[in-house]
């Protein structure tokens, strides 16, 4: 480790605290300040990821979307040192392990532990070590809750970072939820003094009203611990991407997002998401719903897509996004008869990744959870495509070009996304292919439209201001219904600056990180 890096640890006393929020305000608040910063997570459980350059400089590999946030927050560029060991959930209990960026092996909590913890903090161990080695400081995300005493003698995030960085901590507390001074003073309580004594202070987040009504607990709290509380942050979504799939309605629930707009009623269009048992990178859905008038609604599987809408109407639109478990999501959504719900839809039907190799007529190779075997396993037969299965998984950024047809007929130029899947997609019938990638790959193998049906592989797509206006005006289009007008957003300040001026608040002279 630099003699010079600092690292200062992000934990909370629970999921869903704002840490994420709060460690890519810092990264980007320190960054500004002229700190060389370097954001971490020694261990994160997510499919929400991103492909980005492996530390080694062999290829691409994968972090959570959270690390990828916080480098550009910080002004760097991602790697897999910034999320050394990703746990993707397949359900079940088991999850792919990602170590370095590289899927390893699919394994059981058990046998993670029993087989895998200890490569795991090797790799995190040299990760930070080489961070550190170039950083003026390291903020490290922790997970879930610091005071887990019964994960504490293997907590890569929390414990095992604190000692391995020497960090100091900063505890993250959630008002919103309750019960927020009983947490602070649990958590702290539950902490190994070694831990204990790193605690720099708390910060409260999610707060709405009038600070002074926390101001007695603050005080009680500040005399029990002797933690100083070093801020009360106020209730704000800087608009960054969802680190995992807690925010999301559960699969048998129906749930609607983007629809805090003031946009009337009668000048929405609603896009319906089928809700997967093992949905992954639902942050693809994130664009379309900051649109105005557009909401987003998720779904059961085997819900109604005819009145889903506003008033009841129809969807206008349906997406399938990525699935951590292919075959058996398949299955499922073959079992609530999703097939038909979809060409139930008048509008376009769109397949992101796993969802495109839904769309197709088979997928071939597939593997069988359980067995060890391979089958054919029948589509949902929207796209005249098939997949083949193999143990390759393709993980790399991408720039493509696109000449949109279909239900992006009117997008052209360069788009930007990602890649992160097994399997390679062929047509076997008359198809509309928009897409175009340097490297010489063309049609069904990038993505493919017939009629008003598309799918991709391309991870991103409604990210590309092309694509996604394409996309609503067609909704609007298609419905004769006016567009609400649209915003420029291009004097507005980006996700990290928002994040940054949200944690201002800060005292970070307590780590002697005072702003220069």
Not at 204 to 223: H, M, Y
Not at 274 to 299: F, K, M
Request: hydrophobic share 40%; charged share 25%; proline share 6%.
């Amino acid at each position: 480790m630099s003699d010079r890096a600092r690292t200062l640890l992000v934990a909370g006393t629970a999921s869903h605290v704002g840490k994420s929020t709060v460690a890519a305000g810092l990264c980007r608040r320190l960054a500004d300040a002229g700190y060389d910063v370097a954001p971490f997570k020694a261990q994160n459980m997510s499919n929400n990821a991103r492909a980005v350059p492996r530390a080694d400089g062999e290829g691409f590999g994968e972090v959570g979307v959270s690390q990828y946030v916080q480098a550009r927050a910080a002004r760097v560029r991602p790697t897999t040192d910034h999320n050394p060991v990703l746990l993707k959930p397949r359900g079940d209990g088991e999850s792919q392990l990602v170590i370095d960026g590289e899927a390893v092996a699919d394994v059981p909590a058990t046998d993670y532990y029993d087989e895998w913890w200890d490569r795991a903090r090797e790799a995190v161990v040299a990760a930070h070590d080489r961070l550190a080695t170039d950083a003026d400081v390291v903020i490290a995300e922790g997970a879930g809750s610091i005071a887990e005493i019964n994960l504490h003698h293997r907590d890569l995030a929390n414990v095992e970072t604190a000692r391995i960085a020497d960090a100091d901590v900063i505890l993250v507390a959630d008002v919103e939820r309750g019960g927020v001074f009983a947490a602070i003073v649990g958590t702290l309580d539950l902490l190994p003094e070694d831990l204990r004594e790193r605690v720099a202070g708390v910060v409260i987040t999610k707060f709405r009203g009038d600070r002074s009504l926390l101001a007695d607990g603050v005080e009680t709290v500040e005399e029990r611990t002797g933690v100083p509380v070093l801020a009360v942050l106020p209730y704000d979504d800087p608009g960054l991407p969802e680190e995992d799939s807690l925010a999301l309605p559960a699969r048998d629930e129906r749930g609607v997002v983007g629809d805090d707009d003031g946009v009337e009623t009668g000048r929405t269009a609603t896009v319906a998401v089928p809700r997967l048992p093992h949905l992954s990178n639902a942050t693809d859905l994130e664009p379309l719903a900051a649109v105005p008038g557009v909401r987003v609604v998720y779904t059961p599987l085997d819900a109604d897509l005819s009145a889903v809408g506003a008033g009841g109407r129809p969807a206008d639109a349906a997406v399938l996004p990525g699935t951590k478990n292919t075959v058996d999501d398949l299955l499922a959504a073959r079992e609530a008869n999703l097939a038909e719900r979809l060409r139930a839809v008048t509008g376009p039907v769109v397949g992101l990744c796993g969802g495109y190799q839904f769309l197709g007529e088979r997928m071939e190779g597939a593997a069988i959870e359980g067995t060890g075997e391979r089958e054919t396993v029948p589509g949902l037969g929207l796209l005249p495509v098939v997949t083949r299965f193999s143990a390759d998984k393709r993980v790399e950024p991408a720039t493509w070009q696109i000449d949109g047809t279909g239900p992006l007929a009117g997008a052209a130029g360069r788009i930007e996304g990602y890649e992160i899947h097994a399997g390679e997609t062929r047509a076997t019938g008359a198809v509309g292919t928009p897409f175009d990638a340097p490297d010489g790959r063309t049609g069904a193998e990038l993505g493919a439209t017939a009629g008003r049906v598309l799918g991709t592989y391309l991870h991103g797509l409604f990210a590309n201001r092309a694509v996604r206006e394409a996309f609503v005006d067609g909704l609007y289009a298609g419905r004769d219904r006016e567009r609400p007008e649209r915003t420029d957003a291009g004097d507005a300040p980006s996700p990290y600056d928002r994040a940054a001026a949200l944690v201002d608040p800060v005292d970070l002279g307590v780590v002697g990180l005072d702003d220069r």
